[in-house]
């Protein structure tokens, strides 16, 4: 294991020499071997890269200097993904403050259902009102006019 570690590492030293990543792993990796399909993936990728030279050599050793490299090529792709995590985090706070002031919207039109609800209520009873005064005043002038009229024959 530590020496396919050690063997993938190395692989990254191409990249700082400007090589660039393959379509498989290399041809001195040998298909049956235990870390091939890993070796290939990684490759694949770009993550790793061989040696100037095309070879993986994956029995050497690697440098603290190949170490670095490899991490930093780990990195930029995660620094990617943060960065569009990021994005997509600010999209969906957009996404909830729409979502906020389409539930406001709907609020406000329902005010608005009722208010014209109560314009509607306070219209009828403005016109029973109306029609209330000029019962009320028929039906004064109907008693003026009985009083009038029938109170003096039964008096008489």
Not at 13 to 23: C, E, I, M, R, Y
Not at 90 to 100: I, M, P, V
Request: proline share 4%; charged share 25%; glycine share 8%.
């Amino acid at each position: 294991m530590r020496s396919f570690l050690v063997a993938a590492l190395v692989l990254v030293v191409g990249s700082a020499f400007g090589q660039s990543p393959a379509s498989g792993a290399p041809s001195d990796v040998p298909k049956g071997h235990w870390a091939y399909a890993a070796v290939d993936n990684l490759y694949r990728a770009g993550i790793l890269h061989g040696y100037p030279d095309g070879l993986f050599r994956g029995d050497r050793m690697v440098s603290r200097y190949e170490l670095a490299v490899t991490l930093n090529a780990f990195q930029l792709p995660l620094n990617s993904l943060r960065d569009q995590v990021s994005a997509l985090d600010s999209r969906l706070d957009g996404l909830a403050k729409k979502q906020e002031l389409a539930d406001l919207l709907r609020q406000v039109e329902a005010i608005r259902a009722s208010l014209k609800s109560i314009r509607e209520q306070h219209d009828q009873v403005r016109s029973l009102t109306e029609t209330f005064k000029a019962m009320d005043g028929q039906v004064k002038a109907l008693d003026a006019e009985v009083k009038s009229t029938v109170l003096p024959t039964v008096k008489g």
